[in-house]
């Protein structure tokens, strides 16, 4: 049996396409079933719907033999133990700092200021304003990101950006862009080695239907 790890929204639809080049179709909606394992038209392969954090986790110690995570969640994680044969070019977005529209950031920046930065992406945050020198207090959230800075819980976020509405939505403006992200296919070493032939045919399957740049 073949395990793929997948998290619910955008990066279980946009892995669809692959899994269909690979001859791979999910037999239900995640949706409409409260399945968290969930059986694919190929009796050896199956898909657990896991949280998006969870899934470098699952595939490191063996839960899935595969699975579709966002560069950031793998970048966060640590990477430990995991091959990462391709950038799948789905899910694209960015990580990016934000302010309110009113806080002058780059005078913040230089004049030395210690910034308090809500974020749930604390290790790649704290590399960031590291590498530019710049001193922050980290604070660890995990939803309703664009909030803090309204609340006066932090001077600026670092969040995913898509289309940039919710923060336009909620009076704040993109000040730097930490760096690009889209969903990479992480596998398990062990589970690379022993099942070999089966994961290699996925991994090339999905190689092959890879969106274009």
Known sequence: MITLALSKGRI????MPL???????????????RKLILDTTRPDVRVVLVRASDVPTYVQYG?????????????????????????LRIAACRLSVAVRADYDYASAVKQGSRLRVATKYVGL???FFASKGVHVDLIKLYGSMELAP???????????????NTLKAN???EVERIMDISARLVVNQAALKLKREPIRRIIDAFASAIPSA
């Open 12 to 15: 279980f639809e946009e892995t």
């Open 150 to 164: 309204l609340t006066g819980l932090a001077d600026a976020i670092v969040d995913l950006v898509s289309t940039g």
């Open 63 to 87: 839960g899935a033999d595969l699975g579709v995570t966002g560069l950031d969640v793998l970048l966060e994680h640590g990477n430990q133990g995991l091959y990462q044969p391709l950038d």
């Open 19 to 33: 899994l269909a080049a690979a001859g791979i179709e999910v037999t239900e909606d995640p949706e409409k079933s």
């Open 171 to 173: 009076h704040l403006v």
């Open 125 to 127: 945050a704290r590399d």
